[in-house]
T-cell receptor
């Protein structure tokens, strides 16, 4: 059973607009959430993370929001740029914030930003 | 900045053959993770090592084994290869953080 779910396999957005990528999870023991971006023929690239004790983390154009009661997080990219076109993976960890936890990934959302 | 290095980048094997994938973590990173990503799938955790000791095990088949060496590089050994083993194999490394940094992957094709 998929513990991390990304229900939208694809998303298309106009350049300059906001991209919102959603992720739901089922395991309340997850204490860290991460977003990765992946281009074809490359490994996932870390984008931004959030601890379960926070509800928002911002880094430049990227903001992640966490709603623990709904077991839902979202990644906002604003403004979206054509170079943001990639597959975005949501991932969760129950490793206590250290490096001992493996990551559990969603199936990814393919974002296309059109000029 | 130095990244995670994986070799080879591509590998083609026949069924029942063996394969060895190598991973060189980011310098000073002490934890290495292996993931398998099938076509159209999410990366699935296989196994991890911390300070050269196995620290966690995921959905790794018994036909696969791995180890981390004294220089912190890791090798994933795969025996009796099956068609279903065809996938992208990612290695990631970290140092005392939950954020893992991924290599470019090895694409294994089993014919």
């Amino acid at each position: 059973d998929q513990q991390v779910k990304q229900n939208s396999p694809s998303l298309s957005v106009q350049e300059g607009r906001i991209s919102i990528l959603n992720c739901d999870y089922t395991n309340s023991m997850f204490d860290y959430f991460l977003w990765y971006k992946k281009y074809p023929a490359e490994g996932p690239t870390f984008l931004i993370s959030i601890s379960s004790i926070k509800d928002k983390n911002e880094d430049g154009r990227f903001t992640v929001f966490l709603n623990k009661s709904a077991k839902h997080l979202s990644l906002h990219i604003v403004p979206s740029q054509p170079g943001d076109s990639a597959v975005y993976f949501c991932a969760a960890s129950d490793g206590g914030g250290g490096s001992q936890g493996n990551l559990i990934f969603g199936k990814g959302t393919k974002l296309s930003v059109k000029p | 900045a130095a990244g995670v290095i994986q070799s080879p980048r591509h590998l083609i094997k026949e069924k029942r053959e063996t394969a060895t994938l190598k991973c060189y973590p980011i310098p000073r990173h002490d934890t290495v993770y292996w993931y398998q990503q099938g076509p159209g799938q999410d990366p699935q955790f296989l196994i991890s090592f911390y300070e050269k000791m196995q620290s966690d095990k995921g959905s790794i088949p018994d036909r696969f084994s791995a180890q981390q060496f004294s220089d912190y590089h890791s090798e994933l050994n795969m025996s009796s290869l099956e068609l279903g083993d065809s996938a992208l194999y990612f290695c990631a490394s970290s140092l005392n953080t939950v954020e893992q940094f991924f290599g470019p992957g090895t694409r294994l094709t089993v014919l």
